[in-house]
Nanobody, 128 residues
């Protein structure tokens, strides 16, 4: 199982970025994919998650209405479209995979310790 995150960069407040997570070695039928972020001096936090098995997506409250997670099975890629970016959105963004089932995912999708596979991270910097 491998994940490769890309798409980060420097953007001004109010701007947009699309992150990509290219995956290898597993099926979206069996694994949920999430995006986490970590700013300097802060804990890693779950931003969004997508689960084909659960048939739904999950979002951090501050990301709702601004971020959209999606997946393309043919390209083995999960995307995070981020709009109306704010300075607090800055950090290293990681994609991760978990085999948590739908029932557990509902309550624990944002727990980093539940994810066994991680990509290398991509830096997002929102300047004011």
């Amino acid at each position: 199982v491998q994940l490769q995150a890309s798409g980060g960069g420097l953007v001004q407040v109010g701007g947009s970025l699309r992150l990509s997570c290219l995956t290898y070695g597993f099926s979206f039928d069996d694994y949920a994919i999430a995006w986490f972020r970590q700013a300097p001096g802060k804990e890693r936090e779950g931003v969004s998650c997508i689960s084909k098995a659960a048939g739904r997506t999950y979002y951090l409250d501050s990301a709702k209405g601004r971020f959209t997670i999606s997946s393309d099975n043919a390209k083995r890629t999960v995307y995070l479209e981020m709009n109306s970016l704010e300075p607090d959105d800055s950090g290293v963004y990681y994609c991760a995979a978990t085999s948590m089932g739908p029932l557990i995912l509902t309550d624990f999708w944002f727990f980093a310790m539940k994810y066994g596979y991680w990509g290398q991270g991509t830096q997002v910097t929102v300047s004011s």
